[in-house]
């Protein structure tokens, strides 16, 4: 049904088109008709009553094509308007309404007596669910932009640190400009830093490149490998790339030619910090996708070794479980 629909709105529109392109030629003719005889009046030569009456004839038929280009504005104007008051009604309904000013609420914004300010190694939202089984997001009112109809839902993040943590759901991105929507309070920002700095991280891996016979290539496994050795490492390097992403634009992480290539995801037990790192080598090189953005050289050189290091590690580890695995089936 919605696809005949489609059809019909579609062959409108085509109609349309064609009508006002006959519009606009009809009306040009007679508009050239009415400028002839008025050169010829002032000529002072015979009226010509038959050109007269075919100008006003095509002048007639012109104005009735426009019709359905009409018809079609007063529709769209009204449809227009019934959404726009649809619009105001939502947001009447909103209880909690926090009023902010353009997009300047992404550097911060003030709630309930609170300076919150964004933190930039919570940009990635993937593990914030406000349904399901997974719900850790309680509702808790919308941020609405200006005096216009524009809002955002506003989140509280359930978690484990002992402190509010917040969250803007923003449905789509222009240009693949992304940002932080996680807030916290201006004053427990360090500390939440610190809590989830020194929080014990949960790491999985997935080695797309893994030999065809372990059948690991398309497996993400959790791994007991803990990163506590080289946690000031990577955190340094999560810091390094997601504490300002202005410049950047998220990329597919997906990489051509002979690479080797392994995919890692760190996280924190609610969720709040998740890390997703793709890893390409070749002999020494390394290209390096960190939630989605390219990192630059200069930062992968700095890392390099840590990294080596940990993919090392986490492949003897997904090959050892292959092995206690298939042990475990014979």
């Avoid at 914004?109 to 593990?127: C, R, T």
């Avoid at 509010?164 to 996680?182: D, H, L, M, P, W």
């Avoid at 090959?319 to 042990?327: A, I, S, T």
Wanted: glycine residues 8%.
């Amino acid at each position: 049904m919605a696809g005949f629909s489609i059809i019909l709105v579609t062959l409108w529109f085509g109609f349309v088109l064609l009508s006002t392109v006959g519009a606009l030629v009809l009306l040009v003719i007679s508009l050239i008709l009415f400028l002839i005889r008025g050169k010829a009046q002032n000529g002072r030569k015979a009226k010509a009553p038959v050109r007269k009456g075919i100008a006003i004839t095509l002048l007639v038929f012109g104005c009735l094509l426009l019709l359905p280009l009409g018809i079609t504005a007063c529709v769209a104007s009204m449809g227009s308007g019934l959404l726009n008051m649809g619009k105001i009604q939502e947001v009447e309904a909103i209880e909690n309404k926090i009023y902010v000013q353009s997009e300047d609420w992404k550097n911060g914004f003030d709630y309930d007596g609170k300076e919150l300010v964004p933190v930039p190694l919570f940009i990635n939202d993937a593990q914030y669910h406000s349904s399901g089984k997974y719900q850790n997001l309680e509702k808790i009112g919308a941020l609405i932009v200006g005096s216009s109809t524009t809002y955002y839902t506003f989140y509280q993040v359930e978690n484990d640190s002992g402190y509010e943590i917040y969250y803007v759901k923003v449905e789509s991105f222009a240009g693949g400009e992304y940002y932080s929507r996680t807030f916290v309070d201006k004053e427990d920002y360090d500390a939440v830093l610190d809590y989830y700095g020194n929080e014990e991280l949960s790491l999985r891996a997935l080695w797309q490149s893994a030999p065809e016979y372990t059948g690991l290539r398309n497996l993400w496994e959790s791994l007991d490998l803990k990163p506590d050795d080289r946690r000031g490492e990577l955190l340094a390097l999560f810091h390094a790339v997601l504490d300002d992403v202005s410049d950047r634009r998220r990329v597919s992480t997906s990489r051509q030619g002979d690479y080797e290539c392994i995919a890692l995801t760190f996280q924190s037990d609610d969720g709040v910090l998740f890390v997703k790192l793709y890893i390409y080598t070749k002999d020494e090189e390394m290209i390096l996708y960190l939630n989605d953005y390219e990192v630059e050289s200069e930062i992968v050189e700095e890392y390099k070794a840590m990294l080596f290091s940990l993919i090392e590690d986490a492949r003897t580890e997904l090959l050892q479980k292959q092995k206690e695995e298939k042990r475990d089936v014979f």
